[in-house]
């Protein structure tokens, strides 16, 4: 907490607003966990960013059911949860990940979609019930409950120089500029920024895709940083460190260039990180991924330095 408190300007709860801990049955809604880190937050005078209204991941089963009798139960569901979240969080979050994860991963990707799909967006409970316009109304709905909210649209995958990621880039600018044809509100694009190592990285790439975002009038945010060492790890801990380091100033610099505004990283310290928690994305044999700007025992690495000058406009150094 008290790392938080001195690092860290703009919290998001990486569990704690999503819909499943929101809204565990039908009707019955828990805010004790969001409220709690907003009150903390409140008392440290940080901002926080709500995570996230409609997404395919923690959805409880009972919304995934009610989801799939079809379009109106589906509606009925969405307008349900954002008549109980947005109106009671209005004053502490102005800016929610109103839909997360929007876009099909292309082919050859770890999380391959349904043979099905060949469309840009990903299969999802959403989709399958209220088409491809889910996220235009996902978004609309937003709007109309609050009419200043920084309504921001969430996705991963779209950072690295393969063509793997250069697709589903081209997706994403697909959707957005389709919104934009039809007025649909949206203020900005969260880019997760969840790296990985063994992925190689082009900054030129990187910044004209984060200016072609920022020429549709909208606002980029990253906002998942966190890096993914190559299995197994190259190096003592100091070389290790300093691949990370120099992957993020260049991720970061980039970003900047192309005109994003806002860095959040996913968690502060390798200790309580999902980098090693979740098993899909652990280092495995003992280790632990080294991607967060702060160690297992919360002394600070080359990456702290790395956003500190990449923030500063300073080269790598
Ligand atoms: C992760 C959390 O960090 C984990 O604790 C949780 O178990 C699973 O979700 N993209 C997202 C985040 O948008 O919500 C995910 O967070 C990481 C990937």
Known sequence: AALVAREAALLVPEYEA????????EGRFDFTQFEAIAAWAQHFGKAVRGHALVWHQDL???????????????????????????????????????????????????????????????????????????????????????ATLRITLNDYGVEADTPWA????????????????????????????????????????FAEFVRQIRALDLQVAITELDVRETRPPVGDFVQRDTAVALRVHAFLSAAFAGGARTVLTWGLSDRWSWLHREEAVAL??????????????????????????????QPAG
Request: charged share 30%; proline share 10%.
């Open 18 to 25: 999503k819909f499943a801990a929101l809204q565990p049955e």
């Open 60 to 146: 409880p089963d009972w919304a995934r059911a009610a989801i799939a009798e079809g379009p109106r139960r589906a509606r009925a569901v969405l307008d349900a949860h954002y008549d109980a979240v947005l109106p009671r969080m209005r004053a502490r979050i102005r800016d929610w990940d109103v839909v997360n994860e929007p876009i099909a991963n292309p082919p050859g990707s770890d999380v391959p979609e349904p043979p099905g799909n060949t469309g840009d967006l990903r299969d999802t409970p959403w989709l399958r019930a209220l088409g491809p316009d889910y996220v235009a109304i996902a978004l609309r709905a937003a709007r109309e409950r609050d």
């Open 166 to 205: 250069e697709e589903k880039r081209r997706r994403l600018l697909r959707l957005l500029r389709g919104l934009r044809q039809r007025n649909v509100p949206l203020d900005a694009v969260g880019i997760q920024g969840h790296l990985q190592m063994r992925e190689p990285f082009r900054p030129e790439v």
């Open 284 to 313: 495995g044999g003992g280790d632990v991924h080294r991607g967060l700007p702060f160690d297992w025992e919360l002394n600070r690495k080359q990456m702290w330095r790395a956003l500190a000058r990449a923030f500063l406009g």
